[in-house]
């Protein structure tokens, strides 16, 4: 009997990363310490912006957030006196082509999915599972209830 190797396709992770973002370094030491195969794509004020033809795909295989989440809403969000809460796609699309430096990160994008890792629970799950996860549960626990017993 000849032994069978089961091999799963696992899609490739890239990671849009800013080394000057707390949450996007966390996002990467996570992925690091997951032992997860992944790419790194440097997106900096200084360089490394996506095209608008990246960005439409990004937003269109955004999970987990609305498109508007993918703006910075800091110090330059504000000094351009911008109010996307809400916006579209293509309003998000045209606002990071001309301020690339409002691009929210880190993103993890697995070919199929991107999904932003703004917070730490959700790195970590990428990290755990490898692709794109939300740690939020998608069920609900009933809360217990627990009584003392008089002793």
């Known amino acids: 009997m000849a032994l069978t190797s089961l091999s799963t396709t696992v899609p490739p992770l890239t990671l849009l990363h800013d080394p000057n973002s707390v949450r ?3 996002a990467l030491q996570a992925l690091q310490l997951g032992n997860r195969q992944f790419d790194v794509r440097h997106v900096t004020f200084a360089g490394g912006h996506l095209s608008e033809d990246e960005l439409r795909d990004l937003t269109f295989r955004l999970a987990g ?18 109010d996307l809460d809400g916006a579209d796609a293509e309003t998000v699309i045209s606002t990071l082509v001309d301020h690339p430096e409002l691009l929210a990160t880190p993103i993890l994008d ?3 999915l991107a999904m932003i890792g703004n917070s730490t629970e959700r790195a970590e799950a ?14 609900s626990i009933p809360a217990l209830k627990v009584t003392r017993e008089a002793a």
């Open 24 to 26: 996007s370094e966390y």
């Open 65 to 82: 957030d609305r498109v508007d989440a993918l703006v910075r809403r800091g110090r330059r969000y504000r000094a351009l006196d911008l």
């Open 126 to 139: 990428w990290a755990v599972t490898g692709h794109c996860a939300d740690a939020r549960p998608t069920f």
């Open 110 to 112: 697995d070919g199929m």
